[in-house]
């Protein structure tokens, strides 16, 4: 199925209640399909992504996630993969922008900005703990304006991209992505990363955060933050 050419507004609401996450305007489950050149907003959430093969290109999701509770803007479901997730223009969430928990997939040149205005634990591209995202490219992206609103908590937030929770994810690929003016540009966890030709400058706390992990004894070494200099291919501008 090909799906072109769509506006949704209002799609979608959610009155923040606790446990309860109402569905966004799209839900796209089965395999082969594909949302293009479509125009979705001002909604609690944009789309949720089952099954395998689909296709997300050139479309834009703005104003959503007006309430902590709501799903991300484009959210995974299940273990989905060989997703493509391309050229989409994602601005104005109090949430995350996409939720990469994909195996396979690509998520690629995509203009990501304004985000996290209503959470502090957030990051515009998260791959959150579900475990193996092997082969899963993100790269060639520009994500600039990540908020984590509010944050003085301990936890992390405010992330441009990051692999989540533990082990947060196995064999992911990142590479010619550019971040900056977010609070904290890139977190990393898990292990067999690949992380090559990204920028990241002019981040207010940090640009680079990774969880190191020890392979000999098996047990994760503290996190070491990095601060204008060049890690793992890493390229900081101060």
């Not at 082969?32 to 093969?53: P, W």
């Not at 296709?55 to 479901?77: C, L, M, P, R, T």
């Not at 985000?115 to 990051?123: L, P, S, V, W, Y």
């Not at 990363?193 to 207010?204: D, P, Q, Y």
Request: charge should be negative.
């Amino acid at each position: 199925n090909i799906f072109d050419g769509i506006t949704s507004e209002y799609g979608g609401h959610n009155q923040g209640i606790s446990g309860w996450i109402a569905p966004p305007p799209i839900d796209i489950q089965g395999n082969n399909n594909q949302l293009i050149n479509s125009r979705v907003g001002k909604t609690a959430g944009a789309l949720t992504i089952a099954g395998n093969d689909h296709i997300i290109e050139n479309n834009v999701f703005h104003d959503f996630g007006y309430v902590a509770a709501s799903v991300s803007g484009i959210q995974a479901k299940g273990n989905p993969y060989n997703i493509k997730i391309s050229q989409n223009t994602i601005f104005n969430s109090g949430e995350i922008a996409i939720s990469a928990t994909f195996k396979s997939s690509e998520i690629t040149h995509n203009h990501i900005w304004n985000i996290g205005k209503q959470k502090t634990d957030i990051a515009a591209i998260n791959a959150y703990n579900s475990g193996d995202v092997a082969g899963t490219e993100i790269a060639h992206n520009l994500i600039h304006d990540v908020w984590s609103y509010n944050d003085t908590a301990p936890h992390w937030g405010g992330y441009g991209i990051r692999f989540d929770g533990d082990p947060g994810g196995m064999g992911g690929i990142a590479n010619n992505n550019v971040i900056f003016g977010v609070k904290r540009g890139s977190r990393w966890k898990g292990d067999l990363h690949t992380f090559v030709n990204n920028v990241a400058f002019g981040n207010t706390h940090i640009d680079i955060n990774v969880a190191l992990f020890d392979i000999i004894t098996d047990h994760v070494i503290p996190s070491v933050n990095v601060a204008s200099s060049i890690v793992i291919s890493f390229i900081s501008c101060p």
